[in-house]
């Protein structure tokens, strides 16, 4: 492929409707919650006594209000862990609840979270680790048989589903077991059978992990990527054996800083459509450990999180672990309360545009399209958007706001129905009759928000520097200061700059190791 045609391609790939869902959704709140929650221990062992797990005030219905409050969409319940105890009522094992003395043996823990998210309006998603510590199966093909009657039992029994994640975990050294060879074809085909509307995350095709759990993003965040960041989760969760020339072949991995630069896109032939997922826990731990009652996160970096995933073109997904009680302790209520108001407050800062200037629009899609977010509940696609009728090297936005404001923060969203465009962009503030730049960005994508030291005007420049090809942008909104400035001090960019120097010289050398192995 020349250059041109790489464009082409790349510009040519754009979201499934799971995916455009829960883009346009963006923010989840994960439960692990299990036996390890009763033992203290992160990674259990499947043998730990299920009469332990006796939650006594167990109330889901104050998980998912509490989520609610906190501005999620979803949830998403660890039904069984790496342990093996299962949170249902499941005909596969006798690991788990039924073998508890909560409700007598007789309680479903995913039937109430499913139930409470119905009552408050929020959609339910299933984790069910492949990795499992108890079952007899396991290292032998008739787990996947096994694992998929577990799917087929959470996939029919508790209404619609909307997310399925996959963990790649596969400890079975640990154990002195065989090598799992986890059947994930089989298991993507069941769930595509029995929940289509599912978007499968994580080992799954539909969302990728952003290859850390720390809450951090990439500066630089592109939903078309290569097509191995995808198979390798497979791949290496299936691989491992031995250590043969395959491994020499993986130059990449998906935890790298770049996945979808043009320069970067350049190495490879065939390319997907697969938004990162920032997961990341509130506290230390996955699961609720008293110790750490005291860690848990601030809002200030809560915020910084969900501006760095929500705000950069990722999906947030939140854990918050209930505790022994069965509840969600106070502190991360009252803290998850706290994100929910700084979220929703955020319409009420939306400074009114007087006038909105671009370069001349192609057919109905004129720039008073960009200012309003609004899409088809049915496609997920946007009502309206903007497209400029000519490829030019730059474009340039002009709005006029309803008087002088004091403003921090652009949002800027891509119409990925026509894929991920804009490479770089530029903000101005008029201060004093001259332009002043607040903001340097790269991606877009389905979301980016721009927050910038605050500042006094009454117009605002948006400039793309760099696109793929002509722009179809699908909203433009600016905010009011609240008083809360998300930017990242100069040692936190010192510290990525050395990060990203090691990066380059690091595909240096893997792209020369290439070109040998290639000869
Ligand atoms: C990891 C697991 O090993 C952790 O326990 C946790 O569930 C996290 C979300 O995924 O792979």
Excluded at 16 to 37: D, S
Excluded at 56 to 70: C, F, L, M, N, R
Excluded at 118 to 147: A, C, H, M, Q, V
Aim: proline content about 3%; aromatic content about 12%; charged content about 30%.
């Amino acid at each position: 492929m020349n250059a041109e045609e790489r464009v082409n391609e790349y510009v040519s790939i754009v979201p499934n409707l799971n995916q455009k869902r829960i883009q346009r959704e963006r923010f989840n709140v994960f439960f692990h919650y299990g036996i390890n929650t009763f033992t203290g221990k992160e990674w259990g062992d499947g043998k730990a006594d299920p009469k332990i797990f006796d939650p006594s005030e167990q109330d889901t219905d104050q998980w998912v209000k509490a989520v609610k409050d906190g501005g999620a969409y979803g949830v998403i319940l660890t039904c069984k862990h790496h342990d093996g105890f299962c949170l249902w009522q499941t005909k596969t094992t006798a690991y788990g609840v039924a073998s508890s003395p909560y409700k007598d043996g007789k309680g479903d823990v995913v039937r109430e979270v499913s139930d409470s998210c119905r009552k408050y309006g929020l959609k339910f998603g299933i984790y069910l680790s492949p990795w499992d510590r108890n079952s007899e199966t396991y290292g032998t093909d008739k787990y996947n048989d096994f694992y998929c009657a577990q799917l087929e039992e959470l996939l029919t029994g508790y209404g619609e589903i909307f997310c399925v994640w996959l963990d790649g975990a596969c400890g079975s050294y640990m154990d002195g077991k065989p090598k799992q060879i986890y059947d994930w074809d089989r298991y993507f085909a069941t769930i595509r059978r029995l929940a289509p509307n599912a978007a499968i995350s994580n080992c799954g095709p539909d969302v990728r992990w952003v290859g850390n759990e720390g809450g951090i993003a990439r500066e630089s965040e592109w939903n078309v990527v290569p097509k191995f960041a995808f198979n390798i989760q497979s791949i290496e969760s299936k691989s491992q054996q031995s250590d043969d020339d395959n491994f020499a072949k993986k130059q990449f991995d998906i935890t790298l800083d770049d996945l979808g630069s043009r320069e970067f896109l350049q190495n490879f032939d065939s390319f997907i459509w697969y938004p990162a997922e920032v997961d990341v826990s509130i506290r230390p731990g996955w699961f609720y450990h008293k110790a750490q009652d005291g860690s848990v996160r601030s809002l200030k970096n809560l915020l910084k999180i969900y501006y760095n995933s929500v705000g950069g073109n990722s999906i947030l997904l939140l854990n918050i672990p209930p505790d022994k009680r069965g509840l969600l302790c106070e502190k991360d209520v009252e803290r998850i309360k706290e994100l929910g108001q700084h979220i929703k407050s955020v319409e009420r800062e939306e400074v009114k545009i007087k006038a909105i200037t671009a370069p001349k629009a192609e057919g109905e899609n004129v720039i008073e399209g960009v200012l309003t977010e609004e899409y088809d509940g049915e496609t997920y696609d946007a009502a309206a958007y903007y497209t400029p009728a000519k490829e030019e090297d730059r474009y340039e936005i002009q709005l006029t706001l309803d008087g002088v404001k004091k403003i921090n923060r652009v949002k800027l969203v891509e119409n990925v129905a026509f894929s991920q465009r804009i490479e770089k962009f530029e903000i101005y503030a008029n201060v004093g009759g001259k332009d002043k730049k607040v903001y340097d960005g790269t991606t877009v994508g389905y979301g980016r928000i721009a927050t910038f030291k605050a500042v006094n005007t009454d117009k605002v420049k948006i400039v793309l520097t760099s696109v793929r090809q002509r722009p179809y942008i699908e909203f433009i909104g600016v905010y009011e200061d609240n008083g809360v400035v998300i930017r990242e001090t100069s040692w936190q960019r010192f510290v990525k700059w050395v990060h990203h120097v090691n990066y380059k010289i690091y595909i240096n050398r893997e792209n020369k190791k290439r070109k040998k192995l290639n000869k």
